[in-house]
């Protein structure tokens, strides 16, 4: 399967580099757009839910790296849920 990454900053203007063992994220994100956080889990959420649903389809476990992602993006919202209008931006795909 492809697998992507997408860098992404925090309302903070702290960087993180996210895993996606499929393109699909390419569906939810577009690079150079900010998100309302809460918007911005969400589509996480089911981007690398369904990923890792595509990895257990193709061998029969779902993806721990996908659902761990997914982990680390909710913990570290939640640094941000005090914040007026916190928006994360999607900066690029990185193949």
């Known amino acids: 399967m492809p697998e992507i990454r997408f860098k992404i900053q925090w309302p903070d203007g702290s960087q993180d580099v996210c895993y996606s063992p499929s393109l699909v994220v390419k569906d939810y994100f577009t690079p ?9 889990v ?15 389809l193709k061998y029969g476990s779902p993806c721990g790296l996908a659902l761990g992602q997914l982990e680390d993006i909710i ?3 939640s ?7 916190p928006k994360v931006q999607v900066i690029q795909f990185i193949e």
Not at 79 to 85: A, D, L, M, S, V
């Open 32 to 40: 150079e757009c900010e998100y309302d956080l809460e918007d911005f």
């Open 42 to 56: 969400e589509r996480s959420r089911t981007a690398l839910q369904i990923a890792s649903d595509r990895v257990k």
């Open 75 to 77: 913990m570290k919202s």
């Open 79 to 85: 640094e941000y849920k005090n914040f007026t209008q």
